[in-house]
């Protein structure tokens, strides 16, 4: 199997950084090794696992966020009186469906990034990356 | 309202603009600066850019005239725009960056391996920028008519004009600080009027409206099939957009992409907050504005209504400038991305190459806003992102997450999305806003399902056609990158 793959994005950002090129030479056969690694059937078996995990996350997510997201108006419809009630004289349905989302909407972005950095980090250790 | 009120805004925005525009060409020599500001843009910055790129006329004048005409239901557009971004950072943002992508056609020409699959996703690209960018001069025309009034088409012209000089001079770079300056604009324009308005009605005592019992329009509630639908575009159409793509490449990795999209969730959740209070104090203390027709207006007239005087003349000046923050922010970021996209396929991507896509990508919708009329520019804009659920949605979350996906398979999908979902706009065009049945006015609950469907069943039918190269493909996409880029 071939090793030259040094694609256009990347010679990009070594070039950029060009002022510590004394390191470069590691680095670029670590690089190089990992290439290997990655394109090797047991490399791609690691590759496969972080990509099903990462799908796995990102579905989960969704799918719990699109629930709450269904679930406020439901409430809304089914508690008697709540719809018409106010939270300091502002009408409660407003405030839920107005600023009550939101958080967590950021909430749901949270709770993926530091999972989805935790899947790369796992894959890092497999693969042998520091 | 004063009209020299509008005109001073409006030349103050400009001139901040341009300003910006020309502190950013000083550092932007390279084609590399012009196209994506050589991804050095820090995630500060380039949160506070997206943010204000893509708060839209739709965001700052679209959002409370709809909930000033229909209410709670309104609300789910400044969910669904801010949501939308959630699904962007959940299925594509990573990885998109990882592709080394610059545009959607460098995307799925890489992805595919094919150049006609480029032309098409070029050509969708292109319909879905021009589209979008109709709006933006609708409302430029629709804010110069209530504030100073002069004919409509001097503020499209306007827009168009601010927005090609600073296109032309600086590219990528001066745009990123001059739409992240426009983000904090647009947000003070609407919570400064929105504190003197509040401070002003308690003082006063002015008595409010039952805000339930306002309707009016007299139309009937929107239905359940209805607001699915809309969800449906709005969390579907955003991760397609291509001003939007195109400022993940501005990131160094993957992980400042992702990290990047929870700052642009934070601030675009804090500004919805204020059409939102815009919308309800509209419908509680002057419901008479939407009789007029002129409910995208609310946000420019409230001030004036409820504060008056000076003060009223100072605050409607802001909101004014935040307004058109908002047409040449998005304007001009769709006008960025599709030069990027024109120029690569047609002029060879030099940097007079870009200069002269610019031009055209922003005079075309310019002839197309002139011919038509404004509706409610939140609906209009909703109709875009119905409209990239069903083309560009499909081919970037199949082509991230699917190994199956085939050149024919994704040109069979876009198609299928286009005429499905293009039709139902035309028919409804045709029928008229009020004539049209629901699953016209809102396609993408069966327009994005049939796109996803047409896409999966060619690509199984040609399964040969896989690109060899999908192994290495899927590991750059999806694998962090090396220490060496992620350390800095």
Known sequence: ?130 | MNPVVGIAAFAAVSLATAVIGFYGLRISRTTGDFYVASRTVRPWWNASAIGGEYLSAASFLGVAGLILLSGTDALWFPVGYTAGYLMLLLFVAAPLRRSGAYTIPDFTEARLDSRVVRSVTSIIVVMVGWLYIVPQLHGAALAIRITTGLPAWVGMVAVVAVVCVTVVAGGMRSITFVQAFQYWLKLTALAVPILFIVLVLSDSGTPAVAESSVNPTGAAPAGLYQNISLLVALLFGTLGLPHVLVRFYTNPDGQSARRTTLIVLGLLSVFYLFPTAYGLIGRMFAPGLAQSGQADALVLLLPGELVGGMAGDLLSALVVAGAFAAFLSTTSGLVVSLAGVISQDLFGGSVKGFRRAAVISAVVPLGIASMTGSLALAGSVGMVFAFTASTLCPVLLLGIWWRGLTDAGAIAGMATGAVLCGGAMAAGAVLGAGESPPWLAQPAAWTVPAAFAVMVLVSRATRTRVPRTITRLMTRLHTPERPLVTER
Do not use: C
Not at chain 1, 54 to 66: K, P, S
Not at chain 1, 88 to 116: C, E, K, Q
């Open chain 1, 1 to 130: 199997m071939t090793r030259v793959r040094v694609t256009a994005p990347r010679s990009v950002k070594a070039d950029s950084t060009t002022p510590g090129s004394a390191v470069l030479p590691a680095v670029r056969s670590a690089a190089d090794s990992r290439d290997a690694a990655e394109e090797s059937d047991a490399g791609q078996v690691f590759v496969r696992s972080l990509i099903r995990s990462q799908l796995r996350l990102a579905v989960v997510v969704a799918v719990g966020f699109l629930l709450i997201l269904v679930a406020f108006p439901l409430m809304l419809g089914l508690v008697p009186g709540l719809a018409e009630s106010t939270i300091v004289g502002l009408p409660f349905d407003w405030v839920l469906l107005g600023a009550g989302i939101y958080p967590v909407i950021g909430l749901s972005a949270w709770l993926y990034i530091r999972t989805a950095a935790r899947n790369e980090a796992r894959y890092r250790d497999l693969v042998g990356d520091k």
